[in-house]
């Protein structure tokens, strides 16, 4: 069926450190990819989304492609803040199976000054 | 105000015990869903509806039983607690749309549950 692999955290990274959380996918058809992200004490909001191959998703400095080759979707930001401290989670939205999310574990990132 | 709302936020409860979870949304949208969040496990499906008239079982439905009082709002109910339902409980919401484009969820902020 289908699902979503993401890198397992804890991860620490000092300010303005380069990030990588790797996501990966199985899904039959053609998904939907998305991040999400849990700051302590919230809901989930959406950071970014790709609807097709090779799309690029982006917001906050946050960016993700979509691999359909590699059937992948890493997230990454080129210089991370403090602020950006949270656990992020990758997920999929399947194109058939009625439409549901699948949500990967979730990866925390602590970001120290 | 906060589009997706959840009540009670906490709540503390003995096994055996019936408890609703309820969730409001002020988006209009279509669809709603509950999940549950345990460390290390990501979120679980238990159900969803795309409508007023269409339930849909998850992942994990059984123990768990949903009503769809109206579009905006969608309940959840734990028939007899036991304690490995303790968990983060999360409603979402989101509106289909056609075209190629796809729907995005909206959470609400979560219902800390725990059964003793």
């Known amino acids: 069926g289908d699902s979503v692999t993401q890198m397992e955290g804890p991860v620490t990274l000092s300010e303005e450190a380069f990030l990588t959380i790797n996501c990966t996918y199985t899904?039959?058809?053609?998904?939907?990819l998305f991040w999400y992200v849990q700051y302590p004490g919230e809901g989930l909001q959406l950071l970014l989304k790709a609807t097709k191959a090779d799309d690029k998703g982006s917001n906050k400095g946050f960016e993700a492609t979509y691999r359909k080759e590699t059937t992948s979707f890493h997230l990454e930001k080129g210089s991370v803040q403090v602020s950006d401290s949270a656990v992020y989670f990758c997920a999929l939205r399947a194109s058939n199976t009625g439409n549901q999310f699948y949500f990967g574990t979730g990866t925390s990132l602590t970001v120290i000054p | 105000d906060a589009d997706v709302t959840q009540t009670p936020r906490n709540r503390i409860t003995k096994t055996g015990k019936r408890i609703m979870l309820e969730c409001s949304q002020t988006?209009?949208?279509?669809?709603m869903y509950w999940y549950r969040q345990d460390p290390g496990l990501g979120l679980q499906l238990i159900y969803y509806?795309?409508?007023?008239?269409?339930?849909n079982k998850g992942e994990i439905s059984d123990g768990y039983s949903v009503s769809r009082q109206a579009q905006a709002k969608f309940s959840l109910s734990l028939e007899s607690a036991i304690p490995n339902q303790t968990a983060l409980y999360f409603c979402?919401?989101?509106?289909?749309?056609?075209?190629?484009?796809?729907?995005?969820?909206?959470f609400g902020p979560g219902t800390r549950l725990t059964v003793l």
């Open positions: 988006k209009g949208h279509d669809r």
């Open positions: 509806s795309f409508d007023v008239k269409d339930i």
């Open positions: 899904a039959t058809g053609y998904p939907s």
């Open positions: 979402a919401t989101s509106e289909y749309t056609s075209g190629g484009s796809t729907d995005t969820q909206y």
